[in-house]
């Protein structure tokens, strides 16, 4: 942080506050419904989150852990985003049997595929516990603070009467200043029932990642699945269709522009009330270590999926994955800078302080802490990417946890059986020839990037690509932990149990094992030398930060707070609306089924368009799925404050009705995670009209329709 801009926040107008202009991500039982009155909704705060009666709540599930979906028929019908489902749509997909790219579509219940381990997890409540949690906390620091809040928090679990099937958690919000319990209920029977092919489902992949005009049917749909009392049950073909309290109507109403529009779900994580000097490091040093790692990893990787059908199979999920969070963060530190989100937080920290002398304090503090953490956060982020990236190097990560917890007397039975399912499942999609590029190419970034107190003795001889790429692969080929050798006369890649039947064979074995040894050296230096001192000022932050929400809050009084994005469902809303994100660039709110044929190009991994919908478009055989234009509406944008998470949430209209499936945001908005932007920051969905004229026209699944309740 430079001094200009420590001074700058007692120079600048005090007067300077955040206008709020619908953002937020409000939990459910906290709405400012005069608000949302105001902007055109219809339906009351009590419609949408009444743990008392079937509400809008009841339609919507956060899906296996990491997505949302809603409940769209009285038969347990599941929508989410087809990159939500794409894992399970690849576990079913073979080389013979492509149901990636040829999509699938359950003909009729019997049909349907089931998905071990997948869950969705419903809100049955939530309750402010804050007085109970935070009792007895008054005065005391880490780490007596931490194990009390977590006795308060066993306690109250305890006091709660709840059934086999229901748990709940407590969340802490605005750092620690409050904390909420959720009641959830799992259900663990959920099946495919139909997704279009990748080239309607993932239509633009990378290229149009995060970007608008978007024209993508990112959705996939499943089916919950319930024991004969319609409560959770573990698979079973007995299992039949859940009966939900609440499902959402479905809406082909045409949409125009300033429409109230509100999304409900799980956003994942996002840090509004971070003092300028920590968006400061993101922006320029954080962000830019993560990028770079992950771009060099990807490119590595498109290469081989271009040319090899098998690998693009294998690695299309973990692609995608990579993908994502590589755009946005290109994206956030654009729309960081584009959006000055530096100097609003100077100006805002300088009116907290003409309001309340107390804050220099604690922001003098936290600029000296985020100053001194700085190399230490910078190997950080480079040395978690490179582990993360490397897969090698991240399986070899996995051996290093499993001998250590031997060693430990930890590794019981069940742990075991955990590991092994965890491995069997890793080596089915991973290339340890192409992965050698990759860590041999990261191991090269990793000594150019990082400063020399942070590297192990040696480690120079790494500093360049060419070489390296040989040398790793050499270590690959005599490898265990990559399959290409034995040991207990099995490879762990295909058979784990014969591999692990000698269990102190496997590990005097993977102690000498070149990847082995050379993953240790990288850990532990990085273990002696930034991570102590990272986490140390890291747990000096976060006592500062919670210190530093709790005098925003205190001070501003105008300003209207909404907790962070912790995983926990809430609500969002705004209106429908294009934007202008660059001076003479104007994007209008709606795209079209005539973008995706301006955009197609035959055979290309991203634009290619499957003739069926080309027949489609050229008859303009669209049924009642066309809107105004004459055309099918694909998707649309709005200015709902959407982040991870949120991808599969239900966008409802003014009367609580489906009008479309989140699934992205625009570019130029990515910062939004750090500093929502109205003029810049927009959430991209598909259009439910798109939806049903997939399913009925293109995939000839119209009993799936018949299902829903339609509203035109």
């Known amino acids: 942080m430079t001094k200009k801009i420590l001074l700058s926040v007692f120079l600048l107008p005090a007067a300077m506050a955040f206008a709020q202009q619908y953002g937020?991500?409000?939990?459910?039982?906290?709405?400012?419904?005069k608000e949302m009155k105001d902007l055109g909704m219809k339906i009351s705060a009590k419609d949408i989150f009444n743990p008392q009666k079937p509400s809008i709540k009841d339609a919507v599930v956060q899906f296996n852990g990491g997505?949302?979906?809603?409940?769209?028929?009285?038969?347990?019908?599941?929508?989410t985003n087809h990159h939500c489902g794409f894992g399970q749509i690849q576990a079913h997909s073979?080389?013979?049997?492509?149901?990636?790219?040829?999509?699938?579509?359950?003909?009729?219940?019997?049909?349907?595929?089931?998905?071990?381990?997948?869950?969705?997890?419903?809100?049955?409540?939530?309750?402010?516990?804050?007085?109970?949690?935070?009792?007895?906390?008054?005065?005391?620091?880490?780490?007596?603070?931490?194990?009390?809040?977590?006795?308060?928090?066993?306690?109250?679990?305890?006091?709660?009467?709840?059934?086999?099937?229901?748990?709940?958690?407590?969340?802490?919000?605005?750092?620690?200043?409050?904390?909420?319990?959720?009641?959830?209920?799992?259900?663990?029977?959920?099946?495919?029932?139909?997704?279009?092919?990748q080239s309607i489902g993932k239509f633009g992949s990378d290229t149009d990642n995060w970007v608008w005009p978007r024209h993508t049917g990112d959705f996939s749909m499943f089916r919950i699945y319930a024991g004969k009392d319609n409560k959770p049950a573990e698979y079973s073909k007995d299992n039949v269709p859940y009966v939900p309290k609440h499902y959402l109507p479905v809406s082909i109403k045409d949409k125009n522009e300033n429409d109230f529009t509100f999304v409900f779900g799980f956003p994942g994580k996002t840090t509004e009330y971070l003092p300028a000097v920590a968006v400061e490091k993101i922006m320029k040093e954080i962000d830019p270590a993560r990028i770079a790692v992950r771009d060099v990893a990807l490119k590595t990787l498109d290469e081989k999926m271009r040319v090899d059908n098998e690998t693009r199979i294998k690695y299309a999920s973990k692609y995608a994955s990579v993908a994502n969070y590589w755009k946005?963060?290109?994206?956030?530190?654009?729309?960081l800078k584009k959006s000055n989100a530096v100097e609003k937080k100077v100006m805002y920290e300088g009116s907290l302080v003409a309001k309340n002398p107390e804050i220099k304090t604690t922001l003098d503090q936290l600029n000296k802490f985020y100053n001194d953490q700085a190399p230490y956060a910078l190997n950080n982020a480079y040395y978690t990417e490179v582990i993360r990236n490397a897969e090698t190097l991240k399986l070899a990560g996995d051996y290093y946890d499993f001998i250590t917890s031997v060693e430990a007397g930890r590794m019981d039975e069940k742990e075991l059986a955990k590991l092994k399912t965890k491995l069997t499942s890793f080596y089915k999609d991973y290339s340890a020839e192409l992965d050698a590029k990759v860590t041999a190419k990261l191991l090269a970034?990793?000594?150019?990037?990082?400063?020399?107190?942070?590297?192990?003795?040696?480690?120079?001889?790494?500093?360049?690509?060419?070489?390296?790429?040989?040398?790793?692969?050499?270590?690959?080929?005599?490898?265990?932990?990559?399959?290409?050798?034995?040991?207990?006369?099995?490879?762990l890649n295909t058979d784990i149990e014969k591999a692990f039947s000698n269990q102190d064979k496997l590990i005097k074995t993977l102690k000498?094992?070149?990847?082995?040894?050379?993953?240790?050296?990288?850990?532990?230096?990085?273990?002696?030398?930034?991570?102590?001192?990272?986490?140390?000022?890291?747990?000096?932050?976060?006592?500062l930060q919670k210190k530093f929400m709790a005098q925003q809050m205190q001070t501003d009084k105008d300003r209207k707070f909404f907790p962070d994005a912790n995983s926990t469902l809430r609500v969002t809303y705004g209106k429908v609306k294009g934007s202008t994100p660059r001076d003479a660039v104007s994007y209008g709110y709606q795209t079209h089924l005539a973008g995706v044929m301006e955009k197609y190009v035959p055979g290309d991994y991203e634009f290619d368009v499957?003739?069926?919908?080309?027949?489609?478009?050229?008859?303009?055989?669209?049924?009642?799925?066309?809107?105004?234009?004459?055309?099918?509406?694909?998707?649309?944008?709005?200015?709902?404050?959407?982040?991870?998470?949120?991808?599969?949430?239900?966008?409802?209209?003014a009367n609580g009705n489906l009008v479309g499936l989140n699934f992205d945001r625009q570019w130029e908005g990515t910062m939004s995670d750090i500093n929502f932007d109205p003029r810049f920051s927009r959430n991209i969905m598909v259009d439910t009209k798109y939806i049903l004229f997939i399913i009925e026209k293109f995939a000839d699944s119209k009993w799936l329709v018949d299902e829903m309740k339609i509203i035109k």
């Not at 003909?107 to 089931?114: C, D, H, M, S, W």
């Not at 946005?328 to 729309?335: F, L, M, N, S, T």
């Not at 050296?521 to 932050?541: L, N, V, W």
């Not at 049924?623 to 649309?636: A, E, L, M, N, R």
Request: charged share 25%.
């Open 512 to 543: 000498k094992d070149p990847i082995y040894q050379l993953y240790v050296s990288i850990r532990e230096t990085y273990m002696k030398t930034a991570d102590p001192q990272f986490t140390s000022m890291q747990t000096k932050i976060d006592a």
């Open 328 to 335: 946005k963060w290109i994206g956030e530190v654009e729309g």
């Open 67 to 79: 997505c949302t979906a809603e409940i769209i028929s009285p038969k347990g019908l599941l929508l």
């Open 94 to 197: 073979t080389v013979q049997n492509d149901l990636l790219s040829n999509g699938f579509w359950a003909k009729n219940t019997e049909g349907e595929l089931p998905n071990p381990g997948v869950k969705v997890d419903f809100i049955v409540d939530i309750k402010d516990v804050s007085d109970q949690i935070l009792e007895g906390t008054d005065n005391l620091t880490e780490p007596e603070l931490t194990k009390k809040i977590n006795n308060n928090i066993e306690v109250y679990k305890n006091s709660q009467k709840i059934e086999s099937y229901q748990s709940i958690l407590v969340k802490p919000m605005y750092y620690g200043n409050k904390y909420y319990a959720y009641t959830t209920e799992t259900y663990k029977d959920i099946r495919l029932v139909g997704a279009p092919p």
């Open 610 to 653: 499957p003739k069926k919908l080309i027949d489609l478009y050229n008859k303009k055989d669209f049924g009642i799925y066309k809107d105004k234009t004459g055309d099918v509406p694909v998707g649309f944008t709005a200015t709902n404050h959407t982040t991870g998470g949120n991808s599969g949430s239900p966008a409802l209209d």
């Open 24 to 33: 937020g991500m409000w939990i459910p039982t906290e709405l400012n419904e």
């Open 445 to 491: 970034l990793y000594v150019n990037k990082t400063a020399p107190q942070f590297l192990p003795a040696g480690f120079n001889k790494y500093k360049d690509e060419a070489p390296n790429i040989p040398v790793v692969e050499d270590m690959s080929k005599n490898s265990i932990i990559t399959g290409r050798t034995a040991v207990n006369g099995a490879a």
